[in-house]
């Protein structure tokens, strides 16, 4: 229930304003000028695999552009408005969050990435 003449007053709060501005907008929403993208071949890797992850973004003057996983990484290789990672042993379903800055503004994109495997053994009845 909202009561009436609240929410106006609320909202027009600085503190208010900051939050919804800077904290409910997903990575890539419209306030975020120049989105971080993440790619890879394939969001779906087998168990202990390794793959590769590209951060790039269109931002004409990029700083910073890193990678952040509780995997192990290895940078592969980076150039203006890009950077890319080799990734290692995955061992179950992950997040990749690739951040930078653009004109000082941060800049955020992130990945799920979904770990498979093969059952050990597979019985079929008659």
């Known amino acids: 229930m909202v009561l009436p003449g609240l929410l106006p007053r609320a909202c027009g709060t600085p503190l208010i304003s900051l939050l919804l ?3 409910l907008l997903p990575p890539g929403a419209p306030g975020q000028q120049f989105p971080l993208k ?3 071949q394939s969001p779906v890797v087998p168990a202990g695999g390794s793959f ?3 951060c790039s973004t269109d ?3 990029p700083n910073l552009i890193t990678l952040e996983t509780s995997l192990s990484k290895e940078p592969v290789g980076n150039g ?9 042993n995955l061992t179950g379903d992950t997040q990749v969050l690739c951040s930078g800055f653009c004109n000082g503004v941060q800049m955020i994109g992130f990945l799920i990435i979904t770990e498979y495997r093969f059952p050990e053994r597979v ?4």
Do not use: I, S, Y
């Open 21 to 23: 501005v800077c904290c």
């Open 38 to 40: 993440v790619e890879v």
């Open 80 to 88: 203006p408005g890009w950077a890319a990672f080799q990734l290692f």
């Open 123 to 126: 019985e079929l009845l008659p």
């Open 52 to 54: 590769l992850v590209n």
């Open 59 to 61: 931002c004409p003057n």
